[in-house]
């Protein structure tokens, strides 16, 4: 199985910061990533696919970028309602597996 | 728009069997192209994928579950369906269904069900 290695796994931040989400897969996975945000209680929701393509309806200050065996979640200005859970997940081969999460705190 | 809704018990005896049903509405499992998956989330933890469906009848699942998992599919009914045998206090869990493509991310899920295995 290609393990996700997301960091950190928590994060504590403001209103307005600039977050930075990380991800390495244990081999390259070309650009077979996607991202989710999950709030307690609430299945995720699909943010980004393909790595850097932004899901229908997904405020545009969430980016991804990477490729091969690091990518990025970024969110240029962070929001009250952003503080969640982030997970990243490849897709490349079976079977798909997830990143262990980040959760974003506000400080 | 679509929309996936788990159902099955709540409580399940541990060496028993897990069975739940996911009902597609507003779109149709025929013809979608898609796959139709499972995923878990046991409490305070990550997610794991235990499998996915095609319309076909086609199933992939996650090799760790492979021995102990059954997904199969009724179009007519547009629902498609989870058998987990021989649980333990280990399968408890929220479990999600949702819709993916073949190499990509699940887009939509269903709310999720909570499963809890216990005497």
């Known amino acids: 199985d290609i393990q996700m290695t997301q960091s950190p796994s928590s994060l504590s931040a403001s209103v307005g910061d600039r977050v930075t989400i990380t991800c390495r897969a244990s081999q390259s996975i070309s650009n077979y990533v996607t991202w989710y945000q999950q709030k307690p209680g609430k299945a995720p929701k699909l943010l980004i696919y393909?790595?850097?393509s932004l899901q229908s309806g997904v405020p545009s200050r969430f980016s991804g970028s990477g490729s091969g065996i690091d990518f990025t979640l970024t969110i240029s200005s962070l929001q009250p309602e952003d503080f969640a859970t982030y997970y990243c997940?490849?897709?490349?081969?079976?079977?798909?597996?997830f990143g262990g999460g980040t959760k974003v705190e506000i400080k | 728009q679509l929309q996936l809704q788990e159902s099955g018990p709540g409580l399940v005896k541990p060496s028993e069997t897990l069975s739940l049903t996911c009902t597609v509405s507003?779109?149709?499992?025929?013809?979608?192209?898609?796959?139709w998956g499972w995923i878990r989330q046991p409490p305070g933890k990550g997610l794991e994928w235990i499998g996915s469906?095609?319309?076909?009848?086609?199933?992939y699942y996650n090799p760790s579950l492979k021995s102990r998992v059954t997904m199969s599919v009724d179009t007519s009914k547009n629902q498609f369906s989870l058998k987990l045998i021989s649980v333990t206090a280990a399968d408890t869990a929220v479990y999600y269904c949702?819709?993916?493509?073949?190499?990509?991310?699940?887009?939509?899920w269903g709310q999720g069900t909570m499963v809890t295995v216990s005497s």
């Open positions: 997940q490849q897709s490349y081969s079976s079977p798909p597996t």
């Open positions: 507003g779109g149709s499992i025929s013809g979608s192209s898609y796959y």
């Open positions: 393909a790595t850097s």
């Open positions: 949702a819709k993916h493509p073949l190499r990509g991310g699940f887009g939509i």
């Open positions: 469906i095609y319309e076909s009848g086609s199933t």
